[in-house]
């Protein structure tokens, strides 16, 4: 037996035999209230193909994910992309942590951090052009500023009494 047969038998033994161990995809929950929503049907459905799947507990996994190992490797990201921006939880946030969550969304989209590589190399749609990059900085530009105008309101209320 060659060397690589002597590999790859084994190889692909292993990999047949680990997909029998069970795997569920995390799940969340929250309100629906809870949820981010806007009227800008433009900014909603770019975010629907680029952030939702990994920001969001309405993540729609492909059929790839069901397979191990990559779907330890994807539901990774989807539980690393829900800790930083669960857009089904942005409301039950407080004005300041939207305020940051809003910066962050910015600076990732201005600097083409996010979607990641990976992400829409596999899902083409989900690569944002400048146009959409542009209605995603302006609108989460104009949610941080708006906070922090309605922040510093109630700081100066505060000093009146």
């Not at 209230?33 to 969001?56: G, Q, R, V, Y």
């Not at 069901?66 to 779907?71: C, F, G």
């Not at 899902?123 to 959409?132: I, M, Y």
Request: aromatic content about 8%.
């Amino acid at each position: 037996m060659s060397k690589t047969r002597k590999f790859l038998v084994p190889l692909i033994l292993i990999l047949g035999l680990i997909q029998f161990i069970p795997h569920e995809h995390p799940t969340a929950t929250a309100e629906a209230s809870a949820a981010f929503t806007t009227d800008n049907n433009e900014l909603k459905s770019i975010l629907d193909k680029a952030c939702m799947d990994c920001h969001s507990n309405e993540t729609k996994y492909p059929w790839y994910a069901e397979v191990t190992p990559l779907n330890m490797w994807i539901d990774g990201h989807v539980e690393e992309g829900r800790e930083h921006l669960n857009f089904s939880e942005w409301n039950s946030a407080s004005a300041a942590d939207r305020a940051h969550m809003s910066e962050e969304i910015v600076e990732v989209v201005h600097e083409k951090e996010m979607p990641m590589l990976f992400y829409w190399l596999i899902h083409w749609d989900a690569k944002l052009t400048d146009a959409e990059r542009k209605v995603i900085v302006d609108a989460f530009g104009g949610i941080e500023t708006n906070a922090s105008h309605s922040e510093e309101g109630e700081d100066d209320d505060d000093d009146d009494h």
